[in-house]
């Protein structure tokens, strides 16, 4: 019987979690990085990527942008839990 902890995610799904991925941390903290503003994911750009999971998610979230995708990608953001 196979692991399914030894799964790949598909590209897809990539995608589809980097889009909803909600940032831990500093200033936009809480906001999903599709919804990051774009100089905010420049100055990532220039000053590294985070070596992670998230970096990984930041630097394909940065492509999206610079390839104007993101109007494209905005339905695939979840909706929010209410309150």
Same mark, same amino acid.
């Given at each position: 019987?196979? =692991?399914? /902890?030894?799964? *790949?995610?598909?590209?897809?799904?990539?995608?589809?979690?980097? $889009? =909803?991925? $909600?940032?831990?941390?500093?200033?936009?903290?809480?906001?999903?990085? @599709?919804?990051? #503003?774009? #100089?905010? +994911? %420049?100055? !990532?750009?220039?000053? &590294? !990527?985070?070596?992670?999971?998230? &970096?990984? *998610?930041? /630097? +394909?979230?940065?492509? %999206?942008?610079?390839? &104007? +995708?993101?109007?494209?990608?905005? #339905? +695939? @953001?979840?909706?929010?839990?209410?309150?």
């Amino acid at each position: 019987m196979p =692991n399914t /902890a030894d799964k *790949q995610t598909s590209p897809q799904q990539e995608l589809i979690d980097a $889009i =909803n991925q $909600i940032m831990p941390f500093g200033k936009y903290q809480g906001r999903r990085l @599709l919804e990051l #503003p774009e #100089p905010y +994911l %420049v100055w !990532f750009h220039k000053e &590294g !990527f985070p070596n992670n999971k998230l &970096g990984r *998610q930041l /630097a +394909l979230i940065y492509e %999206v942008k610079l390839n &104007g +995708l993101e109007g494209m990608l905005k #339905p +695939l @953001l979840k909706r929010k839990a209410p309150k």
